[in-house]
């Protein structure tokens, strides 16, 4: 099987995701200023979620950059990935209408974790389909992001119900860590 | 004709068809645990139409893969396997929200049998283009798993009528049987 | 510019309009029977344009295949016919939901029609731009089953006034012409 | 990283963004000619944006056309560019169903102007990437066209609570600068 129609079609998912959640924005009936307000939390959710979205879309590109051969597996692990990102638009669109209330946050946050367990799967998935001498596993070295970003998701959850804006301040956190591209892969892989 | 644009049409419906599904979550009103307890059914429809989407389409894939040359027919035959799986998200949404009811239920099977007489068209077909020496022929046999999926989804549209969950499980088992992937066809593909 | 590029632009336009319509299927509230009466002529004229959008797509296909070179002209021709193919949801949904009243009725047909002419445009558009020796002209002929279909959808707005049935017949009886694959230009390309 | 991807991410965000639009046309209750009535502006606000995004999709193909490979900053570069565009589906539709009253049609040409910014950074990303011997900004020149529009978007703001129709004058205006092909790419890269 080869790579091209697995990235083609995760893609395509991903790409749908981001303009799914647009419909969150529900066109309002006024036509002022205070028809806007109302919005303004979904449209900051929309931006985390875009934000998270596009760098899963970039990681998971230079990720499968360096699979030549795809099995069933890892094709497997890539729809369970695929699965936990297709509940962003829903739970984008639930924290954002209730302005970031503590169960939506931190359900936010479960989507998340998983989504980031869902990665790390296929990551080790593609690992150990590569076998010895994978060129992932030299390139990522110990999955140090990836297990960073788990373990402070999952402690976003319990501070959701302290206050949802310190797990807002988690999830704002992990994308930044993450927006540092992966530098090692694009340089073992000449991107 | 060649076989990439027909791939890349049937994963863009896929994928749409996936995430259309999330769309049946209506973001709720409220923002307790209470407002989750009506989504549940519909996320575990959910997880099983996902699930099978899936296996449509790793082993579309795997089929695809033997059909050097795509003809009219063949194309016919996708979109007609692409028609009744555009009917999952109905399907889908209306088992959720009925608590799996018996008639959604049972239209429910009727849609997944028809999608398997589908999918068994468009593999005879594709045998029938291909000639005496077809490379799919030889590698799925007897169509045993595609056989024996319509009749088990045969059998599931009466039983909804006596009781949903004995069709639900059927759906289960189905699912479970295709989840070993086709290694026939992967063997003999190399794929 | 490469003429992959524009295809997979136009399949995903066209796959994503197959599943839109879907969304029409509103999710029933009842699990009845009765529940799904109202769906019925949804159901009829989903169909109607799934295959419709499914010869435009076979027909696009073959017709793009023997263009080697596109340039300006060409893509806005494309788009044009997109745009009007992307009003097939909402004249399918108003004709279906309102069992064919004569003014959904005729308005379908207008859609037909202007989609029958952007595609007749299309055609012209890349014969001119292959010059004297066009494959595609020398394939198509005299373009007699895009001006018999121009002409009968021309037809079938009027009619719809008299009686929405005859134009629906005509729909079915266009879609037919169409349903037989353009074999001059297969044979020709070894399509 | 292959141009490819981002082309085909890029494709399937248009394309969705196009039919999402679509969706705006709520289906009518009635069947007469007074059901139609209040989607007028809707669908001229459709036809607008429709143009403008396929402008978007034309001239991106070009410039993508001259980047051989691709980093990080352009993925986010375009990314942005993405960003923008998805909010042509809410902006549409609350310009159209208002029938362009002041507000909208000021926030329609502040996320044009917002895009057009985004496309000139994504234009200098590629072009700072390519190096002294950049072919794009060999063809661009002096981003006449890009800067013009950003001076006119920014100008119908102001003029929208003037007169809405001084503003939308503005994006028909920009939107013939661009329709005119870029000739200058075309020339220099043989299209």
Chains 1, 2, 3, 4 share one sequence.
Do not use: C
Not at 40 to 63: A, R
Not at 98 to 114: C, E, Q, R, S
Request: glycine share 8%.
């Amino acid at each position: 099987m080869t790579r091209n129609r697995l990235e083609a079609f995760s893609d395509g998912v991903v790409a749908i995701l981001i303009t799914i959640m647009v419909l969150e924005f529900k066109v309002p009936q006024g036509a002022d200023w205070e028809a806007l307000v109302p919005l303004v939390p979904v449209f900051m959710s929309y931006i985390l979620s875009f934000v998270i979205l596009g760098i899963y879309w970039n990681n998971h590109h230079h990720m499968l950059h360096t699979a030549e051969r795809i099995n069933g597996k890892i094709l497997w692990a890539n729809l369970h990935l695929l699965f936990w990102l297709s509940l962003f638009p829903f739970e984008t669109g639930w924290m954002g209408r209730t302005h970031a209330a503590p169960l939506p946050t931190a359900t936010y946050g479960a989507v998340m974790l998983m989504a980031a367990v869902a990665y790390l799967i296929l990551q080790q998935t593609i690992v150990s389909h590569q076998g010895p001498d994978s060129r992932l596993r030299e390139a990522i070295g110990g999955y140090l992001k990836g297990k960073t970003s788990i373990a402070l998701y999952g402690l976003s959850i319990p501070l959701a119900f302290i206050h949802p804006w310190l797990a807002i301040g988690i999830y704002i956190l992990v994308a930044l860590i993450w927006l540092v591209p992966d530098r090692r892969i694009e340089a073992k892989m000449g991107g």
